[in-house]
């Protein structure tokens, strides 16, 4: 079997735990918290009828972490994308470092990064129809700089992945059987040295891409980060659409119409901790 095979399965079991673990048991959750109000929320939904007050603030809150999130993803797209891999040979290092994690990394990068664009769209153009005016951070987005490897666009950013502290717990708790709201104690680093001090998960300058191992130490950093992004966003909405007043409002989250057609996919495996 060789590797595109094995990694294209590997992918579709991802996608489909996703849609039939992960946000199956948030689903769960979710109507759960529906039906002990099932009369009110039902009473106040009405097509084309206009948010409520704390539905607009969520709704507000979720395009500000899908900007964050769209920001970090093209910062990967532009460095280790698959339209980049395939075009810019000055970034081959990283690509080959992200790779080593998992031999569809490069185009995981790239459909992450079109459905964080879709999701603001998606929410901009929804809280308009509302008559809300979308949340804008491109103020905030000025003072940081991107990577200077050739091929990047210069322009101001909203975060910075040239100096991270990861946090890797996730990794343990999702290989444990223990529960932390069973009494469990908290769920160690996979890798206490991320979690600690700054680290690069892009090469910042064209220097970071001579060094075999360093660019790979880069790469397995930005692994680690993947899971980081998506576990948390995946948490928040879980935990925001039980505080939504109007079953529209759910339906209509991102997070709910890409697990509805089968977009949203975890990552791609993340590297051992040493």
Do not use: C
């Not at 532009?78 to 569809?104: F, H, I, M, R, T």
């Amino acid at each position: 079997m060789d590797k595109s095979e094995t990694g294209n399965k590997q992918g579709a079991a991802r996608r489909s735990f996703l849609k039939k673990g992960a946000l199956g048991v948030g689903a769960a959750a979710i109507g759960a918290g529906f039906l002990a109000r099932e009369s009110v929320a039902f009473a106040q939904d009405r097509e084309g009828a206009s948010l409520t007050k704390g539905d607009a603030a969520i709704l507000q809150l979720l395009l500000a972490a899908e900007i964050i999130e769209t920001d970090l993803w093209q910062q990967y797209k532009e460095l280790g994308g698959v339209e980049v891999a395939a075009s810019n040979p000055v970034v081959q290092p990283y690509v080959n470092g992200l790779v080593q994690l998992d031999g569809d990394m490069p185009q995981y990068i790239s459909d992450n990064t079109d459905d964080e664009i879709s999701h603001v769209a998606f929410l901009r153009a929804y809280l308009k129809s509302k008559g809300h005016e979308p949340i804008n951070l491109d103020k905030f987005a000025h003072n940081l700089a991107p990577s200077t490897v050739s091929g990047v666009p210069q322009t101001g950013r909203l975060t910075n992945l040239k100096q991270l502290s990861v946090d890797t717990s996730w990794w343990t708790r999702y290989r444990s059987k223990e529960n932390l709201d069973l009494g469990a104690p908290a769920f160690p680093q996979a890798v206490p040295s991320l979690n600690e001090g700054q680290h690069p998960a892009i090469p910042a300058t064209a220097a970071d891409l001579n060094d075999p191992n360093h660019i790979q130490a880069i790469a397995n950093t930005a692994g680690f980060h993947f899971g980081f992004i998506e576990q948390a966003g995946t948490s928040l909405y879980a935990t925001l659409s039980q505080r939504v007043s109007s079953p529209e409002r759910l339906k209509e989250t991102p997070a709910t119409r890409t697990a509805n057609a089968d977009e949203k996919k975890l990552p791609p495996s993340s590297p051992l901790p040493s």
